[in-house]
């Protein structure tokens, strides 16, 4: 499979149309149509359902549309850092969760490119099953973990914060009375929490038993939505403490679990590879303001 026909593949998916992509590869349109027509022979698959003015991805299209834009980033990144460089550069991609303990992640982040302006940085978030698949295809140097998880095909760092979880609710809700949330205040409350929850043995130790019995009306993957569906009172949200705006004017408010229960975070990358200079610089720098 060759990387110029992925990219001209992935012209085409942008534009729907033959016509416009072919300009914007500056070639022929005849040329275009053949090389996707080989590539869909070659493949023994239909990528495109072809209409008059516009056409669309079939099912294996969109499969290999996701597969292609990994593909190609993958070969730039790899090129890039191969390439001879006068002055430092280069691409951080990294990957997280949703946690205010990235915070030191950041601050490094921030000193790298102020020292050095020529490199760029890719935030990709996700749970950690999202994480470590894009760490093991190498679309990902870094990614940082949330919770206790199996980690041995990894190097780790510890990261200094932790987090802790508790209740998002709106302001006027019966429990925002309480200083803190017990595992009896759950019961009979419409929750919804991150898809993983199922799976945190250390909550349902936490609830003493009554998992089985609270009200889970569904699950997000970024708190930002689950928190507008908070705002309108129709359920609570677990998550973690300091991800959304709990100010008087934002109608919510947060209360952590009692007895507290928290999550680490730690910084992970694949044992297989060779990091790159730039990746380098990053560990290093973060290695040295955790220690400080």
């Not at 299209?61 to 790899?78: F, H, M, P, S, W």
């Not at 349902?204 to 908070?230: E, P, R, T």
Request: some cysteine; proline content about 3%; aromatic content about 8%.
């Amino acid at each position: 499979m060759d990387v110029r026909v992925l990219r001209y593949f992935l012209a085409i998916a942008q534009e729907q149309n033959i016509s416009r992509a072919a300009r914007l590869l500056h070639i022929s349109q005849p040329a275009l149509s053949r090389q996707i027509a080989d590539l869909e022979t070659s493949l023994g698959t239909q990528l495109f359902i072809r209409g008059k003015r516009q056409i669309q991805l079939t099912q294996d299209g969109y499969y290999l549309l996701e597969r292609a834009q990994e593909i190609v980033n993958l070969v730039d990144k790899t090129t890039y850092n191969l390439q001879k460089q006068d002055i430092v550069s280069g691409t951080l991609d990294i990957g997280a969760g949703e946690s205010i303990a990235v915070q030191c992640v950041m601050d490094t982040v921030h000193d790298i490119i102020h020292k050095y302006p020529e490199i760029q940085v890719n935030f990709n978030s996700g749970d950690h099953t999202v994480i470590e698949s894009a760490l093991d295809s190498g679309i990902l140097e870094f990614g940082i973990i949330m919770g206790h998880h199996e980690l041995g095909n990894y190097h780790t760092l510890s990261l200094p914060e932790s987090n802790r979880w508790g209740i998002l609710m709106r302001q006027d809700e019966q429990l925002a009375s309480k200083q803190t949330i017990q595992s009896r205040d759950l019961l009979g409350r419409p929750l919804i929490a991150s898809r993983q929850i199922k799976h945190h043995r250390d909550f349902k130790k936490w609830s003493q038993g009554l998992y089985d019995q609270y009200n889970f009306i569904g699950s997000y993957n970024l708190i930002f939505n689950a928190s507008l569906l908070v705002k309108t009172g129709a359920c609570m949200a677990l998550t973690y403490e300091h991800l959304v705006d709990i100010s008087p004017d934002s109608e919510l408010t947060f209360r952590p679990l009692s007895p507290e229960l928290t999550d680490p975070n730690t910084l992970i990358w694949s044992k297989k590879r060779t990091l790159p200079e730039v990746d380098q610089l990053f560990l290093k720098t973060l290695k040295e303001k955790i220690g400080e």
